[in-house]
């Protein structure tokens, strides 16, 4: 069966057209129009007389009155007959429901948001000693790439390979330096002391703010090939998985889920 795509995004299958089963010449007809899922009020009131569904429109109208309780509750109200001289029976409240179906009043009231799973007590993954003790001093190289016209912030730490990326609204000095500082800080959380950083004349701006990090600024024609190559790797990675959606159009939160994604499995595998 083969989904076409409509004109307000979703996709939807014509039952009526005719399609081969297999490799045969024979075909099928995915059409009944006798068949509509749908419960009408007007059909529900076929099954019942008259009497019984004024009951019924007296049992929505005092549940209404009522404020709404539960309908557990409510019929044990009127089948212990809490309410005096009350005219509606607990059959009529089983009937209204029948008929009417669930308050829609009172599922919009009653609904709430559910609540959050509990967060765990983070223990944080102990850096191997082999590492920090052969790599103390880590050289980051950084730079800035485009996916569809989504810019992204790109790292890249030498020896270790480690990668990072972010998204951010604009290429000013403000949000540069911001998502700068970021990396360092996550270097430095770990014990990683960054000496130096490596990268185009765009970052030329931050360097007298990263002080005393020593930030080395390539050329007008040169790259930093790390991260260049870097920078290619995530790009891959990010072709293939948009080509194995089935979807004709990527919305921006996705690209950006799926450049984390991306990044986020490299670094997986060390």
């Keep these: 069966m083969q989904f076409t795509e409509y004109s307000n995004g979703l996709y939807k299958v014509d039952a009526a057209v005719k399609r081969p089963i297999n490799t045969s010449n024979d075909t099928v007809t995915f059409y009944s129009p006798d068949f509509v899922f749908l419960e009408t009020v007007e059909k529900n009131k076929l099954s019942y007389t008259r009497c019984e569904i004024e009951g019924a429109h007296k049992a929505r109208q005092l549940y209404r009155k009522l404020v709404y309780p539960s309908q557990k509750r409510f019929e044990y109200w009127l089948r212990n007959n809490l309410i005096r001289n009350c005219p ?47 790599h103390p001093n880590i050289t980051i190289c950084m730079d800035i790439f485009y996916i569809n016209g989504n810019p992204f912030f790109h790292t890249i730490s030498r020896l270790i390979d480690f990668q990072t990326v972010a998204t951010f609204p604009s290429r000013s000095k403000t949000v540069l330096l911001r998502e700068t500082k970021a990396v360092l800080n996550m270097y430095e959380a770990r014990g990683y002391n960054v000496p130096d950083i490596h990268a185009d004349k765009e970052f030329a ?10 930030m080395n600024i390539a050329d007008a024609d040169d790259h930093i090939p790390e991260v260049e190559r ?41």
């Design 230 to 270: 870097s920078i290619c790797t995530v790009k891959e990675r990010i072709r293939c998985t948009i080509h194995g959606l089935p979807f004709r159009r990527i919305p921006k939160v996705l690209v950006q889920a799926i450049t984390e994604n991306a990044v986020k499995l490299l670094n997986q595998f060390p």
């Design 205 to 214: 701006c931050i360097r007298n703010d990263v002080l005393p990090i020593h």
């Design 88 to 134: 509606v029976t607990c059959g009529d409240a089983q009937r209204a429901v029948a008929i009417h179906g669930s308050s829609v009043d009172a599922i919009q009231g009653k609904t709430v948001n559910k609540g959050s799973t509990h967060v765990p007590t983070l223990v944080p993954i102990q850096v191997p000693e082999t590492i920090p003790e052969s």
